[in-house]
């Protein structure tokens, strides 16, 4: 089944550490997507990237990087510099800019 | 700014009869509204979309959606609710059908047997 992967489902983030999230597609989508989801919030956009080797930031990068080298995989670092990371986090992908979102299972990130 | 507003946090409904999650969006440019669900702990599917023509868009489950450009609203209906509708539910703008996305804050339907 085609579809995006999310890994791991629950991560935990000592001070001043980095922590990586991974999202794989085997969709063949061009385009994924970075989002943040806070209790009471919609999404926001923290990345997105339209091709292989080129990303752009949303609305909410500080603190935040990525890497997009091979078109499956879209990696989310979350740097010691974001200073409330505690949110869950949703990748996604599309074929094209304005067509449908397709979102994995999400990674729930909590401060210890 | 663009925005997405979704008034209501909560709607809640009874089993068979009909709902609406509102929406209204602000104007600029040329609006491309989803409407997307969340079921708990779980990522959004999608339901429908509008970019344009008929201004009543049908989706997934049974749910459609009314663009209504001089209102600037984009409501999400189902004629007779069940309890497995119970979820999260947003509005979304991918203005200009650009990668940008505004996510309305999200409205919760409770569906009661």
């Known amino acids: 089944d085609g579809g995006i992967t999310q890994s791991p489902k629950y991560l935990f983030r000592k001070e001043g550490q980095n922590v990586t999230l991974s999202c794989e597609q085997n969709?063949?989508?061009?385009?994924m997507y970075w989002y943040r989801q806070d209790p009471g919030q919609g999404l926001r956009l923290i990345y997105y990237s339209q091709i292989v080797n080129d990303f752009q930031k949303g609305d909410i990068a500080e603190g935040y990087s990525v890497s997009r080298e091979k078109k499956e995989s879209f990696p989310l670092t979350v740097t010691s510099a974001q200073k409330n990371p505690t949110a869950f986090y949703l990748c996604?992908?599309?074929?094209?800019?304005?067509?449908?979102?397709?979102f994995g299972s999400g990674t729930q990130l909590s401060v210890l | 700014a663009q925005s997405v507003a979704q008034p209501e946090d909560q709607v809640n409904v009874a089993e068979g009869n009909p709902l609406t999650v509102k929406c209204t969006y602000s104007v600029s440019g040329n609006p491309y509204l989803f409407w997307y669900v969340q079921y708990p702990n779980r990522g959004l599917q999608f339901l429908l979309k509008?970019?344009?023509?008929?201004?009543l868009v049908k989706g997934s489950y049974g749910f459609e959606a009314e663009f209504n450009k001089s209102q600037t609203s984009f409501h999400l209906k189902k004629p007779s609710a069940l309890v497995s509708d119970s979820a999260l539910y947003f509005c979304?703008?991918?203005f200009g059908g650009g990668f940008k996305t505004i996510f309305g804050a999200g409205t919760r339907l409770f569906v009661k047997a």
């Open positions: 979304v703008d991918r």
């Open positions: 996604a992908s599309s074929i094209h800019s304005n067509e449908k979102l397709f």
């Open positions: 969709l063949n989508h061009d385009a």
């Open positions: 509008y970019i344009t023509g008929d201004n």
